[in-house]
Structure formats: structure tokens, C-alpha cells
């Protein structure tokens, strides 16, 4: 069984360019979630998505972030005109209906 | 904020059973207690959850005092490669509310000693 996958797994942009990270689900999980991960810090909630709707986006910066989880394919974190700050490990769980999160290894975005 | 106590870091002989504490004396009736590690810096690794009686998988025990206030995660034989950070989280097992975010606070880093 295919675990969580995220791709890709490192990343490097230079500040102002887009970053674009794919998490694709367990086979049979509908919901996923992001979360992120700043050097020496511990991991927060960012978004939690279903298929074609974003139930709670709470933990999203208000501005340049972005995510969608369509009905085909796996779910994007977009986020725009990229920043230092924002180099980070960027993690995807997915589960069932409130049940267990399961992460995925995480992307790792480098800002130049 | 996480609703969790854990001591900073442990340390533990290989071969011998590690036992990782956490209290959580606010927890709810409805609460179980989950606990994750995080390896390195890869993804975290779900190990084991429970709500009130002990639980044992292949990876780990949780042991839950009968107050539900405090629990304890046991690796009965730790090896070199369960050295990570490991985390207690509470949250509620229902559909209701936010309870779906996982919120971590800093851990307990257990390094195994050959």
C-alpha cells in the first residue's frame, strides 16, 4: 500500500517565484491536510481540504498561499512570489473521515 | 497550544524498554491521546492512539493512567533507529468542531545510546 506521497521533495526559488507542492492521499482517503514546519519549530496546521472544498483554511497566511484539492489529482499548496520566510518542511497528511492523519515526507522549500 | 506536558529529552540504552511520559491533565472525556514521532526531520510517523484502556501495536504501548490525566509510551526495545522526537497530542475522536488539527508542541527527544 502507498503511503502519503509528496512531490517534490526538495524545492529551490528564488524570492518572487511561484512554489507549487503536490500531495497525492492514501488510496481511499478523501481528506487532506497541510501543515508546516519552520527551522526548529514544531509543525502547524495550515489547511484542511475534501475533494473540490476547503473546510478550514485557518492556518493559511492570509496573503500569497494558496491550496485546492480537485475531484482528479492529488492536492496543491500554491504559494505565490515566494519569500525567505517562507522556507520551510511542508508536510501533507491525509485520512478518513476524522480518523487517524497519516504525513507524508514532507517537501523541503529553499528560498534563494 | 498543545494541551500536553512532555520532558524535553530522554535518553535510553539499546535493547532496553523506553518509556516516554506525558501529562495532559486537562484532557477531555472524549479526547484520546495520540502520539507521533518525527524522525530526523522526515514526515511524522503515526505510532499508536488510545482513549482510555492501554493500547499495543506492533510499534509501541500506550498506557493510560485510570485519571486519564497523565499516559505513558513504552518502546519495549529501543533501538538506534527509533531515536526521533516524539509527540503526545490530544484531540477529540469525533466529527464535531475543529478537532481534525493536530497541534504539536516540542516533544520529548528520545536518543538511544548503543
Known amino acids: 500500500n502507498a503511503g502519503v506521497m509528496q512531490n517534490p521533495r526538495h524545492l529551490v526559488r528564488r524570492r518572487g517565484q511561484e512554489a507549487r507542492l503536490r500531495c497525492s492521499p492514501m488510496k481511499g482517503h478523501s481528506h487532506v491536510y497541510w501543515y508546516r514546519q519552520l527551522p526548529e519549530e514544531g509543525l502547524k496546521f495550515m489547511v484542511y481540504?475534501?475533494?473540490?472544498?476547503?473546510?478550514?483554511e485557518s492556518g493559511m497566511p492570509k496573503e500569497r498561499f494558496s491550496a485546492e484539492f480537485p475531484k482528479e489529482g492529488p492536492s496543491i499548496l500554491r504559494i505565490q512570489q515566494v519569500v525567505r520566510g517562507d522556507s520551510a518542511a511542508y508536510f501533507c497528511?491525509?485520512?478518513?473521515?476524522?480518523?487517524?492523519?497519516?504525513f507524508g515526507p514532507g517537501t523541503r522549500l529553499t528560498v534563494l | 497550544d498543545a494541551k500536553t506536558t512532555q520532558p524535553p529529552s530522554m535518553d535510553c540504552a539499546e535493547g532496553r524498554a523506553a518509556n516516554l511520559p506525558c501529562n495532559h491533565s486537562?484532557?477531555?472525556?472524549?479526547?484520546?491521546v495520540y502520539w507521533y514521532r518525527q524522525i530526523h526531520s522526515q514526515g511524522p510517523q503515526y505510532i499508536i492512539h488510545g482513549l482510555k484502556n492501554n493500547e499495543t501495536n506492533e510499534m509501541a504501548s500506550l498506557i493510560i493512567t485510570e485519571d486519564r490525566k497523565s499516559s505513558t509510551l513504552i518502546l519495549p526495545h529501543a533501538t538506534l533507529r527509533d531515536t526521533a522526537v516524539y509527540y503526545c497530542?490530544?484531540?477529540?475522536?469525533?466529527?464535531?468542531?475543529?478537532?481534525?488539527?493536530?497541534?504539536f508542541g516540542k516533544g520529548t527527544l528520545l536518543t538511544v545510546n548503543p
Open positions: 497530542i490530544v484531540r477529540v475522536g469525533d466529527s464535531g468542531g475543529s478537532n481534525y488539527k493536530l497541534t
Open positions: 497528511a491525509s485520512s478518513g473521515l476524522i480518523d487517524t492523519q497519516y
Open positions: 486537562t484532557i477531555s472525556g472524549n479526547e484520546y
Open positions: 481540504l475534501q475533494k473540490e472544498n476547503i473546510i478550514d
